[in-house]
């Protein structure tokens, strides 16, 4: 069942990115008055279409692809609104349309991506787990983690990446707290994810704290 989800979510993907790119070429075709026969998702046997003023709307069986056909694309017609009589600035543009559109939709979804994820990206203590390290006063909320062992934290990725590679042995984490620096002594605590270990702040007996001699 999982491999049935797995696959429909890969042709979802393929075929919304297939028809993002082939919309491109489409869209600018038509902004160039250049006449397109048919819109087509997807290849092979024909499973559902539908005839418009000038262009035929088709899906397709195969939906690893998809195309736009043009009159006088592939051959030289010479009539108004066929490919090979646009100009050449315009032809350039039919052309690379569909790649322009992929790379904006990419870096749309990237800033997108990271601003959410953004979100969830601070060193700042939201929350802490009952009977791990607040339960000794060292970690609380609001504080801001501003290093661990002479490694700068700016995001919540730095603080992953030094306690995956702690492998379980004490931590001198810095901190901001009430516009003061601290240091705390912390280990991490090995928990159960998802059938894998993984390490997150905690300890009860090894934990200490001392204030930054400025």
Known sequence: MGFIVG???????????????????????????????????????????????????????????????????????????????????????????????????????YFLLMSLAG???????????????????????GDKITRINDKKTRIKSDIDMVLFQSKGENLSVWIERNGENMQLSIAPTEVKVRRNNALCFGGRSRTGREKLQK
């Open 7 to 109: 696959a429909l979510k890969v042709i979802f993907l393929l075929g919304f990115l297939v028809f993002i790119h082939e919309g491109g070429h489409f869209l600018v075709a038509k902004l160039c008055k250049v006449k397109v026969r048919e819109f087509s998702l997807g290849f092979g046997p024909n499973l559902f279409s539908k005839q418009g003023v000038e262009t035929k709307y088709s899906i397709r069986a195969i939906p690893f692809g998809g195309y736009v056909d043009m009159v006088g694309e592939t051959e030289q017609v010479e009539e108004k609104g066929s490919f090979s009589e646009a100009k050449v600035l315009q032809r350039i543009a039919i052309v690379v349309a569909g790649a322009v559109v992929n790379i904006v939709f990419g870096l749309v979804a």
């Open 119 to 141: 979100m969830n990206s601070s060193t700042v203590v939201k929350q802490i787990i009952p009977e791990y390290a607040s339960e000794t006063m060292a970690l609380q909320v």
